[in-house]
C-alpha cells in the first residue's frame, strides 16, 4: 500500500468527508491536508475523493501526491504515530 497527501487548495467539506468515507484511518493534518494509505494510484485517489473525474465535486480543487516514505519535521506526536504504523502495514502485506 502507498501513502499519499491530499492537498486541498480551501476548505471543502464534501471531499473532506469522501475521505473519511473510503479512507476510515486517514490522517487530517488541517482542514485542507489529509495522510491516505491506497493500493490504487494518484488518479484514482483523486477520483475517489472527488477532486477529479466525472464524479468531480465542481468546487473542489486539490492535489494528491504520492508520498516516498522520507519525511521530517516538527508536528504532531500523532502525525510520527500515523506514519510508523502505515509503514509497518505495508511490512505486513505481501509483494
Given at each position: 500500500?502507498?501513502?499519499?497527501?491530499?492537498?486541498?487548495?480551501?476548505?471543502?467539506?464534501?471531499?473532506?468527508?469522501?475521505?473519511?468515507?473510503?479512507?476510515?484511518?486517514?490522517?487530517?493534518?488541517?482542514?485542507?491536508?489529509?495522510?491516505?494509505?491506497?493500493?490504487?494510484?494518484a488518479?484514482?485517489?483523486?477520483?475517489?475523493?472527488?477532486?477529479?473525474?466525472?464524479?468531480?465535486?465542481?468546487?473542489?480543487?486539490?492535489?494528491?501526491?504520492?508520498?516516498?516514505?522520507?519525511?521530517?519535521?516538527?508536528?504532531?506526536?500523532?502525525l510520527?504515530?500515523?506514519?510508523?504504523?502505515?509503514?509497518?502495514?505495508?511490512?505486513?502485506?505481501?509483494?
Amino acid at each position: 500500500m502507498s501513502m499519499f497527501a491530499i492537498i486541498l487548495r480551501e476548505t471543502n467539506d464534501e471531499v473532506a468527508k469522501r475521505i473519511r468515507e473510503k479512507y476510515p484511518a486517514a490522517y487530517e493534518m488541517t482542514e485542507t491536508c489529509f495522510l491516505v494509505q491506497s493500493d490504487f494510484i494518484a488518479e484514482n485517489v483523486a477520483v475517489s475523493v472527488g477532486i477529479k473525474g466525472e464524479d468531480r465535486i465542481e468546487e473542489a480543487s486539490g492535489v494528491v501526491f504520492r508520498l516516498n516514505g522520507s519525511y521530517a519535521g516538527f508536528t504532531a506526536r500523532s502525525l510520527w504515530d500515523w506514519l510508523e504504523q502505515a509503514e509497518s502495514r505495508n511490512e505486513l502485506v505481501p509483494k
